[in-house]
């Protein structure tokens, strides 16, 4: 399974010119060679990112039993993610035309080197960029513990409920359990499949999890063992869910009234993170979000260079083209987060 999402047929509404506007810009984006597959990059940021982590478990090893090894756990949070960015994108397609190569680089990556389902987090996926900030369709914004729109805050009951309440106080804290629920997600999906696929997923996630735990083990106290677990997954979680948060949290949402083309029910859900290289970097090209949704399939590092021309056509067809620094962009989403679960809060006293 990939996401290739380039659209090959009409949309389901072509209301004002959508489909002839995604032409046309398509045209412009492949007349500019912005599709075309960056191997040599991808090759290197591989090669980058495979020594970055084999750096990791080896300064893990010479360290040994010792609480300096919080430090190492740190880092190798900021590495798994740095990885799970090219799993992201060969999920894409962006590394290889062939779905072979990058499913193979994409199940190395989310299933041996960070315990996701590659096949799994793929299909959540698919279904989030086909419909971006859909209250009934996206899952990224199906969340039980959070609430993205007044209807959700209503229907939550108990501590969910509770949790909703202060959501925009508790949304960074509850991203430090974001790598367990990936872990817990893939698993119920390996053992909920069948075929060879769902063996050779099942396979990887087991040699992960064996090596990685043995590690621990072997190196550390139990106690040392505990806390190093917490604190690399905790902050692996964390980097992940803050790559991804500000790209569409406290955009508009979407419902099965609003018929909207193509190009803008991407557009309008999307915000971009102006930045540097760094933050290029930091966010593995998400912070190009709106140019990631329109193109999936384009390489990351052709992201940057496609802005300024998406920018343009955002502009000549009346579109908003959303933008915000990085802060900027966690002060929206985390204000939205806090006026939907205003209604549950109780009311000041007078």
């Excluded at 698993?187 to 099942?202: F, I």
């Excluded at 869910?241 to 949402?253: E, L, V, Y």
Aim: net charge positive.
């Amino acid at each position: 399974m990939s996401l290739d999402h380039e659209p090959t047929t009409r949309p389901a509404s072509a209301a004002e010119g959508g489909w002839g506007e995604y032409t046309q810009l398509s045209r412009q984006v492949r007349q500019a060679g912005l599709l075309e597959r960056r191997r040599g990059w991808y090759a290197g940021k591989v090669g980058l990112n495979l020594a970055l982590l084999a750096a990791g478990w080896v300064a893990f090893a010479v360290i040994g039993e010792s609480w300096w090894q919080l430090v190492t756990a740190a880092y190798l949070a900021v590495v798994f993610t740095q990885v799970a960015f090219v799993g992201h994108d060969a999920g894409h397609r962006q590394l290889f035309r062939s779905r072979r190569g990058n499913d193979l680089v994409g199940l190395v990556h989310a299933n041996l080197l960070v315990g996701v389902s590659f096949d799994w987090w793929v299909g959540k996926h698919n279904r989030h960029h086909s419909n971006p900030n859909h209250e009934e369709l996206d899952p990224d914004i199906s969340i039980t513990a959070l609430a993205f729109t007044p209807d959700q805050a209503s229907s939550k009951h108990g501590l969910v409920r509770l949790i909703a309440r202060y959501q925009g106080w508790l949304f960074f804290p509850l991203l430090l359990l974001e790598a367990a629920h990936l872990h817990t997600a893939s698993v119920k999906a390996v053992l909920g499949g069948r075929g060879r696929a769902n063996a050779v997923e099942g396979l990887l996630l087991v040699v992960h999890l064996a090596v990685y735990l043995a590690a621990l083990l072997v190196v550390l106290s139990p106690l040392q063992a505990l806390v190093f677990l917490a604190v690399q997954q905790g902050l692996f979680g964390l980097y992940l869910g803050c790559s991804f948060a500000p790209n569409h949290k406290g955009m508009p949402t979407l419902t099965q009234a609003d018929q909207l083309d193509f190009v803008r029910r991407q557009v309008l859900t999307s915000r971009n993170v102006r930045g540097s290289r760094l933050v290029d970097w930091l966010l593995g090209g998400l912070n190009y979000q709106i140019e990631h949704h329109l193109f999936p399939n384009m390489p990351r590092p052709n992201l940057r260079r496609a802005q300024p021309l998406i920018r343009a056509f955002c502009v000549q067809h009346g579109l908003p083209y959303v933008e915000a620094g990085l802060f900027g962009s966690y002060a929206q989403a985390v204000r939205h987060l806090h006026a939907v679960g205003a209604p549950l809060r109780p009311a000041p006293a007078d």
